[in-house]
């Protein structure tokens, strides 16, 4: 550099600016050009790298499912007290008979039969987006939620984020709300800015193509929206449809946003059973350009603690049930030996 500049300076200016009196006020030479050149040479050269890396080519992200350690932000990265994904281990699942989570009622959907929305291939899922104004997006609340909070956007990931029992499904749906009183960042602030609905799919390889499922509508666009970057607008949909029928069925934690900058603002409410879509409706989005596994690792348990609505009928996991069927029959048996003992005692 001290070569370059020392070449540089040998180097006569070729121009001048004198003022009325002859006098020299400004030089303009070959150094300024090789300067000037070279600034622009490198700004080209340091913009076409960040080309390759920008947001703008990744719409908006500078992350990727690949590089989970190099997440921006410190939650992603060092972990918090409430981080999403989990495994919901649904023997651990309190069912909250004394109102300590779920405090307000049944799930209140509205509006989520017509709904206009705009999707885009981000790169990283198919994300939909409610569109129009915000006081006309579907809301959504009760159970656990005190406020009523407006659908944002809904997107895919594949396969689950979370699991039941360990066992993950081969997608899951987030609708993603945000408190119909704050604007995103605001929400983004409050420990219950943000409500997501997670709706998991299950194949089925023997349900027919001619069969309707919830996803129709939606496998309908998706020959639209391969590449990154693919954009549509004014869809029409009818996302209740996507929605588990049996409301009251779900688990819900304080968790976090499961993408960066993982911020711990989020009410999950998880649905239990799935809604079913065909091999072939899932075959399409592995045909998307979006990355193949689309999911955050699951998280280390801190002070995460799952709720159900007293209503709910959790299924046990097999091995669990294995077991209180070992005690039940254990139980059993002494209980006939005593009985037994007993008759023998009373008929001597
Ligand atoms: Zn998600």
Redesign the pocket.
């Known amino acids: 550099m001290v070569f370059f500049q020392w070449f540089i300076a040998q180097i006569p200016n070729v121009y001048s600016v004198v003022d009325i009196e002859g006098r020299v006020v400004a030089s303009f030479g070959y150094q300024e050009w090789i300067y000037l050149s070279l600034s622009l040479l490198l700004s080209v050269i340091y913009f076409c790298f960040l080309g390759i890396t920008s947001p703008s080519k990744n719409y908006g992200t500078v992350w990727r499912y690949d590089d989970q350690h190099n997440w921006p932000g410190d939650r992603c990265r060092e972990g918090g007290k409430r981080q999403s994904p989990i495994d919901i281990k649904t023997t651990d699942v309190i069912k909250d008979f004394n109102s300590l989570f779920i405090k307000y009622g049944n799930l209140k959907f509205v509006g989520y039969k017509k709904v206009l929305l705009s999707a885009i291939n981000n790169g990283l ?1 198919i994300q939909f987006t409610t569109d129009g104004d915000e006081t006309i997006h579907p809301t959504i609340t009760g159970g656990p939620l005190k406020h009523n909070y407006r659908l944002e956007q809904m ?1 895919f ?1 594949w396969i689950s ?1 979370h699991s039941l029992n360990g066992i993950k499904f081969p997608m ?1 749906i ?1 609708f ?1 709300h945000v408190q119909s009183d704050l604007s995103v960042d605001e929400a983004l602030m409050k420990r219950d800015g943000l409500a ?1 609905i997670a709706v998991f799919c299950e194949v089925q390889a023997d349900l027919d193509d001619y069969e309707n499922t919830p996803v129709d509508e939606i496998i309908e666009h998706l020959p639209n929206l391969t590449s990154t970057g693919d954009r549509m607008s004014g869809i029409l949909l009818d996302i209740s449809k996507l929605l588990s029928p049996k409301n009251n069925n779900y688990f819900t934690y304080a968790g976090s946003l ?2 960066p900058e993982c911020n711990e603002v989020v009410i999950w409410i998880i649905y239990q059973y799935p809604i079913r879509i065909s091999d072939t409706q899932y075959r399409q989005f592995s045909k998307i350009s979006a990355g193949r596994h689309n999911f955050r690792s699951q998280q280390r348990l801190s002070q995460h603690v799952v709720f159900t609505p007293p209503s709910n009928h959790v299924n046990k996991p097999h091995l669990v049930m294995f077991f209180e069927n070992v005690v039940n029959l254990v139980a059993d048996f002494f209980r006939n030996v005593t009985t037994y003992m007993k008759k023998e005692l009373r008929s001597r």
């Open positions: 899922t997107h990931h984020e899951e987030h993603v997501i499961t993408s």
